[in-house]
């Protein structure tokens, strides 16, 4: 999308296999002959999955990518196994990309997590300026472990980082691009920084010409994230075989996102569900829903269900200590296509609470086509456990 392109939406595809970028959003190079239009803005990128784009060029393709755009809010989108998971960039010397909001996306296992800022500004390329990053989770990027890490950063003016969770596989968290030392006004704070072998020591941070190992050691030097932490944020499950992004109800991430945060009516978390439940907004993409019942679900009592993506054919694991679980799938425009019962867990000893171990139950979707799938799980009374996506892939 490039040029004179005013009010877009762009909602619910799925972009895979390509040899470069996989949605692009572009300005300011001489589409429109008006300046002043010559840049794609005012637009939604929502609920996109986006994989496996990779430039044949260079290794740099942003699974979601903006240039020289203005105004555009991009949330709900998932992004894996790309060069990049999402980039807000400009390429244009001279000019800027700015408003740009990222908010709710889960980004994992690509080359890069986020790369922000113009490449090699100010002389080469423009800035970005005016954006917000906020409540995305960011996990196991920097998949060849170049130092890439979970966010880097270029030549940017006044863009901020709030309610972020960022886990890294390596010890590289925050990496610094080219000359994003003339970069001014960064504020980040109350993000969750982590890594898979949970060391604040040796994490690294780099900003501008400044480098720093150790989390202590950045914040002092950096003065960026005076309410952030380091600590495990308490993902449902972190295994390649069935990753699953909610946080857990044990989750510290849970009412520490920034206090006073602005409601948004039209926000919701990447799953679809209310952004703001209790007290504070939570770290994250997920929002943590409180059930509404007498029953209270714990971390054994949620589920999960994998592969997935697959063939379409799942299985879903669950356990429940008191109740029966329905689950339902529809396709994307909301059509119910599948609706069952899950199996009941089986009693592994018996208190005051039953202990129960888990149970599978196969889900065959294999009769239907390729695409992105809806599912929410409940119980009889109708009372929310929990929802998510299914990716069939054939």
């Given at each position: 999308?490039?040029?004179?392109?005013?009010?877009?939406?762009?909602?619910?595809?799925?972009?895979?296999?390509?040899?470069?970028?996989?949605?692009?959003?572009?300005?300011?190079?001489?589409?429109s002959p008006n300046p002043a239009t010559d840049h794609a803005r005012n637009g939604l990128v929502k609920g996109?999955?986006?994989?496996?784009?990779?430039s044949v060029y260079d290794s740099s393709a942003g699974g979601i990518y903006v240039d020289g755009g203005s105004s555009i809010v991009i949330e709900q989108n998932e992004c894996y196994n790309n060069d990049w998971g999402i980039e807000i960039g400009c390429e244009t010397p001279g000019d800027t990309t700015l408003n740009i909001?990222?908010?709710?996306?889960?980004?994992?296992?690509?080359?890069?997590?986020?790369?922000?800022?113009?490449?090699?500004?100010?002389?080469?390329?423009?800035?970005?300026?005016?954006?917000?990053?906020?409540?995305?989770?960011?996990?196991?990027?920097?998949?060849?472990?170049q130092g890439n890490g979970e966010l880097s950063l270029s030549y940017s003016e006044h863009c901020s980082f709030y309610n972020n969770i960022f886990y890294s596989k390596a010890s590289s968290i925050l990496s610094s691009g080219w000359n994003s030392g003339n970069s001014?006004?960064?504020?980040?704070?109350?993000?969750?920084?982590?890594?898979?072998?949970?060391?604040?020591?040796?994490?690294?941070?780099?900003?501008?010409?400044?480098?720093?190992?150790?989390f202590s050691n950045y914040k002092t030097g950096s003065g960026f994230d005076s309410h952030s932490v380091f600590a495990n944020p308490s993902l449902t499950d972190t295994l390649?075989?069935?990753?699953?992004?909610?946080?857990?109800?044990?989750?510290?991430?849970?009412?520490?996102?920034?206090?006073?945060?602005?409601?948004?009516?039209?926000?919701?978390?990447?799953?679809?569900?209310?952004?703001?439940?209790g007290s504070h907004i939570d770290i994250g993409a997920d929002e943590y829903q409180n059930p509404t019942g007498l029953q209270v679900i714990n971390e054994l009592q949620l589920v999960k269900i994998y592969p997935n993506p697959s063939n379409g054919a799942f299985v879903?694991?669950?356990?429940?200590?008191?109740?029966?679980?329905?689950?339902?799938?529809?396709?994307?425009?909301?059509?119910?296509?599948?609706?069952?019962?899950?199996?009941?867990?089986?009693?592994?000893?018996?208190?005051?609470?039953?202990?129960?171990?888990?149970?599978?139950?196969?889900?065959?979707?294999?009769?239907?086509?390729?695409?992105?799938?809806?599912?929410?799980?409940?119980?009889?009374?109708?009372?929310?456990?929990?929802?998510?996506?299914?990716?069939?892939?054939?």
């Open positions: 999308m490039n040029g004179n392109v005013d009010t877009f939406n762009i909602i619910n595809n799925l972009v895979y296999n390509n040899q470069n970028i996989g949605i692009d959003m572009e300005g300011n190079e001489g589409v996109n999955t986006v994989w496996k784009c990779h909001k990222v908010r709710n996306n889960i980004v994992f296992r690509n080359g890069g997590g986020m790369q922000i800022g113009g490449y090699d500004g100010p002389v080469n390329t423009g800035r970005v300026i005016n954006s917000e990053i906020s409540n995305n989770t960011f996990f196991a990027n920097d998949t060849l472990e001014i006004g960064f504020q980040f704070d109350y993000n969750r920084y982590f890594t898979i072998h949970g060391d604040s020591l040796n994490s690294a941070f780099s900003y501008g010409t400044f480098s720093y190992t150790g390649t075989s069935a990753l699953n992004f909610h946080i857990l109800p044990s989750s510290t991430c849970i009412n520490s996102g920034m206090p006073g945060w602005p409601a948004d009516t039209s926000e919701h978390d990447f799953y679809g569900e209310p952004r703001i439940v879903v694991v669950s356990s429940f200590a008191t109740y029966t679980a329905m689950i339902e799938v529809s396709n994307i425009v909301g059509e119910k296509i599948y609706s069952g019962r899950l199996n009941p867990p089986s009693v592994a000893s018996l208190s005051q609470a039953a202990v129960r171990a888990p149970a599978t139950t196969t889900l065959d979707l294999r009769n239907n086509a390729s695409g992105l799938y809806l599912y929410k799980a409940f119980t009889e009374t109708g009372e929310p456990i929990c929802n998510g996506r299914l990716l069939i892939q054939k």
